[in-house]
């Protein structure tokens, strides 16, 4: 069954320290997604991506950078973590230009101390 | 740019009666998508509705919502809340030819016995 996966589901960081939050799909969608959620804002976009090899910034995307090294992965990266960066982090997968809709996955909860 | 509103961040209501939340959006485009998706506690969001067609009634689950392009609206409605109808809803557009998403601030739906 197509789906999107994340790893970790919980993560603890110290500030200053680095953290890669990972996102697999077999969806085999064109287009992921990075988004935080946060009471009172909603899904906030940080990153996106069109395809392999593709990043482009979203709303919010300063203090995090993202890699898309193939069709499947995305992966979210925080340099230098921040106490305001402990937040739900969601990736998607979509290509409505294909008719397919946004899949969401089950979520990372990070927090940074 | 694109965005979406969604005045009201919370909706208590009790069980059995009609449910209302309020979307709507703003885009230069024509050929937007809107959505509905709802995010239960400790799972992913999904989605439940979507529409681009003009003064065309959309249904799902019990639920339904028209997209009215000439007031900019994609209310999400339903004729009798359930117990298990407390979540988070989200109403969102989207472009087909650009492929992101702007999510609203979400609507906390809490149904009561």
């Known amino acids: 069954e197509a789906a999107v996966t994340q790893s970790p589901r919980n993560k603890v960081a110290v500030t200053g320290g680095k953290v890669t939050l990972s996102c697999n799909q077999t969806n085999n969608h064109n287009n992921m997604y990075w988004y935080r959620q946060d009471t009172g804002h909603g899904l906030r976009l940080i990153h996106y991506s069109y395809g392999a090899g593709s990043t482009e910034k979203g709303d919010i995307p300063d203090g995090y950078k993202a890699s898309r090294p193939s069709q499947e992965n995305f992966s979210l990266i925080l340099e230098l973590a921040t106490p305001s960066q402990t937040s739900v982090y969601f990736c998607?997968?979509?290509?409505?230009?294909?008719?397919?809709?946004?899949?969401f996955g089950s979520g990372t909860r990070l927090l940074v101390i | 740019g694109d965005s979406v509103t969604q005045k009201e961040g919370l909706v208590t209501l009790t069980e059995g009666l009609p449910v209302m939340l309020n979307c709507t959006y703003q885009t230069i485009y024509s050929n937007a998508f809107l959505f509905w998706y709802v995010h239960y506690l400790n799972e992913s969001p999904r989605l439940l509705l979507k529409?681009?067609?003009?003064?065309k009634r959309t249904e799902h689950q019990g639920f339904h919502a028209t997209l009215h392009k000439s007031s900019s609206s994609f209310h999400l409605q339903k004729s009798s809340a359930q117990l298990s109808d407390s979540a988070l809803y989200y109403c969102?557009?989207?472009?087909?030819?650009?492929?992101?998403?702007?999510f609203g601030d979400g609507t906390q739906l809490v149904v009561k016995p």
């Open positions: 529409s681009s067609t003009d003064n």
């Open positions: 998607a997968s979509g290509d409505l230009g294909r008719n397919s809709d946004y899949t």
């Open positions: 969102a557009l989207s472009r087909r030819s650009n492929n992101r998403i702007f």
